[in-house]
């Protein structure tokens, strides 16, 4: 999917280190309850990672998603990112936005990590009630603002083995997967929902790219 050469020249994060303690980590500090918190690159525009990501979004390239959750995959098992959790829910798309795209590219991110990891893909845990504006020009106050109550908790989900009510979730560490973040205002929007209508868990986060304000 990307040439070896490509692939030297993308800026990589060093958020590997200290999957708790870095950068991006810290945008979720005494907001959520984070564990983990990692990304492949540095979201730059016109790097051959930003290239893409936007390739998987609006080019229509739904295997770079399941490429790029492979990479994220082989990073994370080589320091036991993943261990101890239990699922993965992928930050989901409004209805509209998923059929004029043709896919969520978080979901097939999540598919390309579960590849590996073999972990549960919880897809209907949590629901998309409507498409906020872009984020590009948004500082990070209009962003938290922009995403605010725009996700809402399903009553039940299924997990491949089953449906079940959303409160078994409560003392689960699930795993939030998304193509990019930049102030983590979706994803803790999107945890803070599962967490209202589960209850107490524990999140870890992995995206494609972490772009700075």
Request: proline share 3%; net charge positive.
């Amino acid at each position: 999917m990307i040439c070896i050469k490509c692939l030297f020249r993308m800026p990589g994060t060093d958020t590997w280190k200290q999957p708790y303690d870095n950068e991006m980590a810290k945008l979720f500090w005494h907001l959520i309850p984070i564990e983990r918190c990692c990304a492949l690159f540095h979201h730059i525009s016109h790097a051959t990672s930003a290239r893409a990501v936007y390739q998987l979004k609006y080019m229509h390239h739904p295997e770079m998603g399941i490429y790029l959750g492979r990479m994220l995959a082989k990073k994370g098992l080589g320091i036991q990112f993943f261990d101890g959790i239990d699922a993965i829910i992928p930050i989901p798309l409004t209805r509209k936005r998923e059929k004029e795209r043709g896919y969520n590219q978080s979901l097939l991110i999540a598919k390309g990590i579960q590849q590996l990891t073999h972990l549960t893909i919880i897809k209907d845990a949590v629901r998309r009630k409507k498409f906020s504006e872009s984020q590009t020009h948004k500082n990070r106050q209009e962003r938290q603002e922009n995403v605010s109550q725009v996700f809402e908790a399903a009553a039940t989900y299924h997990d491949g083995q089953g449906e079940h009510p959303i409160t078994q979730l409560e003392g689960k560490h699930i795993l939030i997967i998304d193509d990019v973040c930049t102030t983590g205002a979706t994803i803790i929007s999107c945890a803070e929902t599962l967490i209202k209508a589960a209850g107490k868990m524990k999140i870890s986060v992995l995206t494609v790219g972490f772009a700075h304000d």
